[in-house]
């Protein structure tokens, strides 16, 4: 499939680089491709410089975001919860007319310190957010709940014996989603219904972030056992 | 171990009556033993009413709020998120002085219709205001992440394979809860942290209502997979 990844941060590169690797035609979108590939020095987490990466992962394509929105099929929303609405219009509402829509981020409001807050929540959702300012995607929220490296490799905790939630509007961009999710090794998907429902998947993030401080790794996830 | 639950809907029945079942002497209180121990009508939900509940947990005292505080080493908070200050208030600060304080209670608000939304969250929660409310208690939130049947039995689900966290500022408090959680069954309790941790704990319950929607059943529990 051709895929577009919207954001060049953590989240973007691994699911890009997992993508690319299962054989997904896959464009990274950046404000300033130029200058993202020019980054050599680590970020203040101290992860690798754009270029680093880029120069091992020469199949997937670094471009603006509207360029890999156009070519895609399906667009990755993997920027940070509060540029989200602006990267999508960078992209351009034609490029994701009719498209499915994966948004993995969260709206993660670091303004007040830490923990952060979230920008929106409870009566609302990032998610609705953007489908209701681009109605015609088929927005699917996913993937949210967990850290970068367990999205695309959930089979190094436990086998992959835990779960993954899906919301969204459109049963066929969920099914998707869904066989996307199986690729990556997900075998418990949940679907918990329409796209009210991720209102439920980002307000995890508060206990996530308290799992975090408490467990000392983000390499943890939830399991729904029933 | 002398404890009050203070509630007599579901959630105050069923952790008194497990309380009892494992030698606590427990006393539930509520706002009106008399009117209490009259209702012999099923609820709203058809659960039966409290005389008939009373009638086979004849060791557990049914008492007013304060009175069962007062005898009490230990205070479970039962009651419904709106009515858990006021029903503290009327069992009395004086009562709570230096006790641990187990709140279950979720700060639903039913008021917008289905499904209910938060009425504080994400820079506060109930076991903060609680906690404020009454700073000579030692409040520990738990067990509000599932429903009260798998509070008090987790072994029926998954043998017990699932997590329970708590949150305080008291360590020696959520020790207390802690061996109370595992004469219950739980065998995997996670500290969170201090007391506003249960922000976190708090903002699970968007997502487990709809899980409850999406999966049919409220016997399910969430598992953190590390």
Redesign the interface.
């Known amino acids: 499939m051709r895929i577009a990844v919207l954001g060049s941060g953590m989240v973007g590169r691994t699911l890009a680089a997992r993508l690319d690797q299962l054989g997904n035609d896959v464009m990274l979108g950046t404000r300033d491709p130029g200058a993202t590939l020019a980054r050599t020095e680590p970020d203040a987490m101290g992860n690798p410089g754009f270029a680093t990466w880029a120069s091992v992962h020469l199949d997937v394509t670094v471009t603006t975001f509207d360029e890999a929105a156009a070519a895609a099929e399906l667009v990755v929303n993997a920027t940070s919860g509060v540029a989200s609405l602006e990267v999508l219009e960078a992209a351009g509402a034609e490029n994701l007319a009719g498209k499915v829509l994966l948004d993995v981020a969260n709206p993660l409001d670091f303004s007040q310190g830490m923990p952060p807050?979230?920008s929106v929540?409870?009566?609302d959702s990032l998610a609705e957010q953007i489908q209701r300012a681009f109605p015609a995607a088929r927005v699917v929220k996913s993937l949210n709940t967990m850290t970068a490296n367990v999205m695309v490799d959930p089979e190094q905790?436990?086998g992959g014996?835990?779960t993954v939630?899906v919301s969204g509007n459109d049963a066929e961009a969920k099914q998707t989603v869904t066989e996307l999710l199986e690729s990556f090794g997900h075998s418990d998907v949940?679907?918990?219904?329409d796209l009210s429902?991720a209102?439920?998947?980002e307000?995890?993030l508060?206990?996530?972030?308290?799992?975090y401080?408490?467990?000392g790794?983000p390499?943890?996830?939830?399991?729904?056992?029933?």
Chains 1, 2 share one sequence.
């Open positions: 807050t979230l929540k409870d009566t905790l436990a014996d835990h939630f949940i679907d918990l219904g429902t209102r439920g998947a307000m995890l508060p206990v996530w972030l308290r799992l401080g408490a467990l790794t390499v943890f996830n939830f399991k729904v056992v029933r």
